[in-house]
């Protein structure tokens, strides 16, 4: 006899981006479709060692690191991206640097992932390549350094 109940499997579905926001002292301060570098990695120190007469290398953990973020979007009104550089162009790390997240939201706006950096600033921010011919939107790119992050939601 063959029981005709469903499996149920124990799962969760791989969440679907949609947008990412950029969140600057707990403000939204602009939406963006495309996010890169959110990383955490080790540099490779590579050590000759020798065991039971055999030569190998052994791998160390060096110095930690961190991805620079990098941010695009569609060109809009919104100014803060390049007001937030200017501090930094102006030499004003002390208001530069902030603690800021990327947030991701799905098709609702409802947050489903959030990434907190620390002491992060605009290290480059640039606006669109410009030809009259074409149909493209314009994109705006800011990339973010920062001294560390991590994942809350």
Not at 11 to 40: A, H, K, M, N, P
């Amino acid at each position: 006899m063959t029981d005709n109940t469903p499996l149920i499997v124990d799962r969760e579905d791989v969440l679907s981006i949609f947008q990412f926001g950029l969140e600057l002292d707990g403000v939204v301060e602009g939406y963006f479709t495309e996010c890169s570098g959110i990383e955490s990695y080790h540099e490779v120190i590579e050590q000759q060692a020798v065991r039971d007469g055999h030569s190998f290398v052994m791998k160390l953990p060096g110095i930690l690191k961190d991805g620079d973020i990098t941010l695009k979007r569609g060109i809009t009104s919104n100014m803060q991206i390049w007001e937030w550089r200017a501090q930094a162009e102006q030499g004003d790390m002390k208001v530069a640097r902030k603690h800021c997240s990327i947030v991701m939201f799905n098709r609702h706006f409802e947050q489903i992932a959030r990434w907190v950096f620390v002491n992060a600033w605009p290290a480059k921010v640039s606006g669109p390549d410009f030809s009259s011919s074409g149909n493209e939107f314009g994109v705006e790119e800011m990339t973010i350094t920062h001294e560390g992050f991590f994942r809350i939601q």
